[in-house]
């Protein structure tokens, strides 16, 4: 089938985390996403991993991640002859996405207004940390440094601890759909009336935006959230909303009616607490008394009972657990692709169905240069004028055996 995106192409300068999973999304619906890399080293995220530990022959799973259905340029963009090929490409382009510091492209030659004059349909996508301006314009912007300023590592976690930062890079991948959700809107303009524009999205405002209820009620009730110490899963919640220790692992709860928690736990005494006031008021007390229960069975035998009567739970999974979920495995949330040396791999799976214009994952992240030839042939070099780019270290191909 052809896929929503096919007709495409985007000129990706994104490196690290947020940028390239926003073009890995546009990838994945079909469009052809070129992914401009440094010569020689290419992405700063080939050089980090997790545990000091790499995939096959040295591939980092960070950079393996989010860069599916792309196909690597690397180029020394300080050379002008690089700059020329960038220019070829970005005059056929429909969207280019960058992540540097602002200011960056503008020096390189690429900057909004260069490339807006030379193809007046291209929508030009800008992510930052911090945004373009500002008193923290200069500053690195990292997703744990967002997520400590927004608030968001003072809402996790229990009272008498200090800050917890979420477990995933939050910041990053909030940004990446906001850099989608952008560009698909900034493409529909673009069919009404055939101009692209600039688009700038950074992560502050990105995690600020996902906890939109949380400051709607801070700013206008004039009250801030206090953690509780039993580990509530949202500060502003009261009793049964949380999480609690089993025989054997551990049990969420979300809300639900308290009458129906009580018949679950089978313990008419808990009737004390059927104040709403009283269940957030005392609801570190009360997650003990719930725990007193909970920890006499196990989880699966918690969830019989309570998905009979309709209660909203589920069991807390580690990341190694969970592809083995019935329900993660109905859904074929994880899948396996080849890469040319870091082998079979598995990877988790595009995130939603489509009937007519399905995504697909057509190729593993690239090695570093690994489709120079193929795209410079593709926008009018020839053998010799790639070859005199390859020996002046101008270009770098990495080509699998």
């Not at 057509?362 to 790639?386: F, K, T, W």
Request: proline share 5%.
């Amino acid at each position: 089938m052809t896929q929503a995106l096919s007709d495409l192409r985007v000129l990706d300068f994104t490196q690290l985390l947020q940028g390239p999973y926003a073009t890995q999304m546009l990838g994945d619906l079909g469009a052809d996403v070129i992914k401009i890399e440094k010569a020689g080293d290419g992405d700063l995220y080939r050089s980090m991993t997790f545990f000091n530990e790499w995939i096959g022959e040295g591939e980092s799973p960070c950079f393996l991640a989010w860069n599916r259905n792309k196909r690597s340029l690397a180029l020394n963009l300080k050379d002008s002859r690089a700059r020329e090929a960038v220019l070829r490409i970005a005059k056929k382009a429909d969207i280019v996405v960058e992540n540097f510091r602002p200011g960056v492209m503008d020096k390189l030659g690429f900057g909004y207004e260069a490339l807006h004059t030379l193809n007046p349909g291209l929508i030009y996508c800008s992510a930052t940390g911090w945004g373009s301006d500002g008193p923290y314009v200069t500053r690195p912007g990292q997703d744990l440094l967002v997520q400590s300023l927004a608030g968001a590592t003072y809402a996790s976690g229990r009272a008498g601890d200090g800050p917890v930062a979420i477990g995933t890079a939050l910041s990053d991948q909030l940004g990446a759909l906001h850099i989608v959700y952008a560009v698909l809107a900034a493409l529909h303009h673009r069919t009404r009336t055939g101009l692209g524009q600039k688009i700038e999205v950074n992560l502050l405002q990105s995690v600020l935006a996902f906890q939109m209820q949380d400051f709607f009620t801070v700013q206008n009730l004039g009250r801030g959230f206090q953690r509780p110490a039993s580990g509530i899963a949202h500060p502003g919640n009261g009793a049964p909303f949380g999480i609690y220790r089993t025989k054997d692992t551990y049990l969420s709860i979300a809300m639900n009616p308290w009458d129906k928690i009580i018949a679950a736990l089978g313990d008419e005494s808990l009737h004390r607490y059927d104040d709403p006031q009283v269940r957030f008021d005392r609801r570190d007390e009360i997650h003990a008394e719930m725990e007193k229960h909970t920890v006499t069975r196990t989880t699966n035998e918690w969830l019989a009972i309570m998905l009979a009567l309709d209660i909203w739970c589920a069991p807390v999974l580690t990341q190694a657990e969970v592809a083995d979920d019935p329900q993660v495995r109905h859904l074929e949330a994880f899948t396996e692709i080849d890469h040319p040396t870091a082998g079979r791999v598995k990877v988790t799976n595009i995130p939603f169905r489509m009937s007519a214009t399905p995504g697909e994952i057509r190729r593993p992240a690239p090695l570093v240069g690994q489709h120079g030839r193929e795209l410079l042939r593709e926008y009018g070099y020839d053998e010799a004028a790639i070859a005199e780019l390859e020996q002046a270290g101008v270009l770098t191909v990495e080509s699998p055996e």
